[in-house]
């Protein structure tokens, strides 16, 4: 049994983050559990996500548990409740909370009651600074720095952050093909420019305990290649701050280790799951996740490509990308199922045109790659 617990906390703790497999045999065998990925945020909307555990061998997508009845609760009984959708996300406008403790509640559409401890209402301190750095070998670092925390109370802190970058196509297309009338026209918008975003995976969890004073300075809250596509650009990132309570931060810290450990046979397996949420008819029954409920503070800072060293290569999608030439006289026949059109090109220079670059609509068009081309709010 007591294997069986292991197996189950890590394959359940591989959902929230990406690691390289090791397939022992308890794992491969367990059964599914509820996993409970999320927390309240008191200055926001907070988010809670049910899913079911999958074996580390299972590559089918993951089960969302959707019907549920999610809802937080004070010492009083007074609810608030979570609004569900269709993909197991249960969802909470930002509101007041005047409690000074809460506990989260979840009843799944099968019935079965699952509860947490109650746990206080933490006020995260104000982010001080966020830097960034290069290493000895020109990775480029993302460091936080907090304000003071509690006088006389040690700082339990989780970081996740939201990321932001600006990117180009290999080419600027000026030109479209209208089918109608089988010619180039002007183009009017431009696909060249995108956004992409994306959500941190990792763990950064860090506590004032091994300090002289109550705050941390430059903690590395993840680390990426100079010649990453982030930085060709501009980068912009959002560092999101959250208080723990000592036990919940020993949760993260126990995910972090699972998630760092499995993808070897030597690391340290936990003795038994960490978790202040239970089934209420079945009080051994394992649950993966932890419930807290904190104010979150923020700070973003930006990037700029001029900032940091030139890389000799960077990685984007855009390898292969190559430009071709259709003379002039074909244009009626282009294709432009595969491909778009990107500019006129001229003999010695100009004015005559006497053919038009075209690409793969890939290369062209940068909305394919993912990113989006509206420009975000906040980007300087």
């Known amino acids: 049994m007591q294997a069986m617990k292991r197996g189950l906390f890590l394959l359940a703790i591989s959902i929230l983050g990406c690691v390289d497999p090791y397939n022992p045999k308890e794992i491969t065998e367990s059964e599914s559990i509820l996993v409970v990925d999320g927390f309240v945020n008191t200055s926001g909307p907070?988010?809670?996500?049910?899913?079911?555990?999958?074996?580390?061998?299972?590559?089918?997508?993951?089960?969302?548990?959707?019907?549920?009845?999610?809802?937080?609760?004070?010492?009083?009984?007074?609810?608030?409740?979570?609004?569900?959708?269709?993909?197991?996300?249960?969802?909470?406008?930002?509101?007041?909370?005047?409690?000074?403790?809460?506990?989260?509640?979840?009843?799944?559409s099968n019935?079965?009651?699952?509860?947490?401890?109650?746990?206080?209402?933490?006020?995260?301190?104000?982010?001080?600074?966020i830097t960034w750095g290069l290493t000895e070998t020109s990775d480029v670092e993302l460091k936080v720095s907090t304000g003071g925390g509690q006088a006389n109370e040690p700082g339990f802190y989780r970081w996740t952050f939201d990321e932001t970058w600006e990117y180009l196509t290999p080419y600027y297309s000026s030109l479209i093909f209208n089918p109608d009338t089988r010619s180039p026209e002007i183009r009017t918008n431009n696909i060249t420019n995108c956004w992409r975003k994306a959500a941190s995976t990792g763990v950064a969890i860090?506590?004032?305990?091994?300090?002289?004073?109550?705050?941390?300075?430059?903690?590395?809250?993840?680390t990426f290649k100079l010649n990453s596509e982030r930085f060709k650009v501009k980068y912009s990132v959002l560092v999101k701050q959250q208080s723990l309570t000592n036990e919940a931060f020993n949760y993260w810290k126990q995910v972090k280790r699972s998630n760092e450990d499995l993808g070897t046979i030597f690391g340290p397996l936990p003795s038994e799951i960490i978790s202040n949420i239970k089934s209420v008819s079945n009080g051994s029954e394992p649950v993966v996740g932890f419930f807290s409920i904190s104010s979150i503070t923020t700070k973003r800072i930006f990037i700029a490509n001029r900032e940091l060293p030139a890389a000799a290569l960077y990685e984007t999608p855009y390898q292969n990308c190559q430009l071709l030439e259709i003379p002039v006289q074909d244009i009626s026949n282009f294709n432009s199922e595969p491909y778009l059109l990107v500019g006129p090109v001229y003999l010695g220079g100009g004015p005559i045109v006497i053919a038009y670059s075209y690409s793969s609509k890939f290369c062209v068009d940068c909305r394919l790659s993912g990113g989006t081309d509206v420009k975000p709010d906040y980007w300087e």
Do not use: H, M, W
């Open 46 to 108: 907070s988010k809670i996500t049910l899913s079911r555990s999958q074996n580390l061998n299972n590559s089918s997508q993951t089960i969302y548990e959707i019907g549920a009845e999610v809802y937080i609760e004070d010492q009083l009984g007074n609810k608030i409740s979570f609004l569900g959708d269709n993909f197991g996300n249960y969802t909470l406008a930002s509101q007041p909370f005047t409690s000074s403790a809460y506990r989260l509640k979840i009843r799944l």
């Open 206 to 222: 860090e506590s004032t305990t091994r300090f002289s004073q109550n705050q941390v300075s430059d903690f590395v809250i993840a």
């Open 111 to 129: 019935q079965k009651e699952y509860v947490s401890d109650f746990v206080p209402k933490l006020v995260s301190p104000q982010i001080a600074e």
